[in-house]
């Protein structure tokens, strides 16, 4: 059975039901998913999962990791564990919420200020530090406000030290012109 019309349909029916008749190219269990799902189609699984804060320039792994990241944060929003999960989605993992009382000295009240750490790539331009604003507005509580915003960039790699250490005794022997050269020690590391 190639379509559902019954077998009086018209002509005309028929002409239109084989016009609009195609194959979806997509399975939609597929599209469902964050993981499996087209890169074309990921803006429109995101406004299905309710994203709050959604960047056409954020990376296609970024983009999955918030979908993903959105049904975890909408059951914790308004807590630092969904601020600190949409920060991690868009690759900030090294979240450090200081509020009002744990500052020195102490805040305004219902303040708070973020320290996220980057490793090695640091945040690429100015959209980086909005998206990252975005995002905690978008997941803080109502009744706190966002103070500031401090990036702590480190870097790892290889360091290479040496020392040497060089202890000599000279001795002159007045009878010929030698120099003698006692216990001389060379350490390298």
């Given amino acids: 059975m190639a379509d559902l019309l019954p077998p009086n349909a018209s002509d005309q029916e028929r002409a239109l039901s084989n016009a609009v008749d195609r194959a979806v190219p997509v399975v939609v269990r597929e599209v469902w998913s964050p993981d499996t799902c087209p890169a074309a189609l990921l803006p429109w699984l995101a406004w299905a999962f309710s994203v709050d804060t959604w960047d056409p320039g954020m990376t296609e792994a970024q983009k999955r ?20 999960s949409s920060l991690d989605a868009l690759g900030y993992d090294d979240i450090d919420v200081t509020e009002w009382f744990q500052m020195e000295p102490q805040g305004d009240p219902y303040t708070f200020a973020l320290l996220v750490g980057v490793e090695q790539t640091g945040i690429e331009d100015q959209s980086g ?27 790892s790699g290889s360091f290479y030290i040496g020392g040497v250490s060089n202890d000599a005794e000279t001795t002159e022997i007045d009878c010929e012109p030698v120099t003698i050269v006692l216990n001389e020690m060379v350490l390298m590391g």
């Fill in 65 to 84: 990791a918030v979908i993903k990241a959105s049904v975890a944060v909408h059951q914790r929003k308004g807590t630092i564990g969904a601020l600190q």
């Fill in 129 to 155: 530090y909005d998206r990252i604003i975005a995002t905690t507005m978008a997941a803080k509580n109502l009744r706190s406000h966002l103070v500031g915003v401090d990036v702590l960039a480190t870097s």
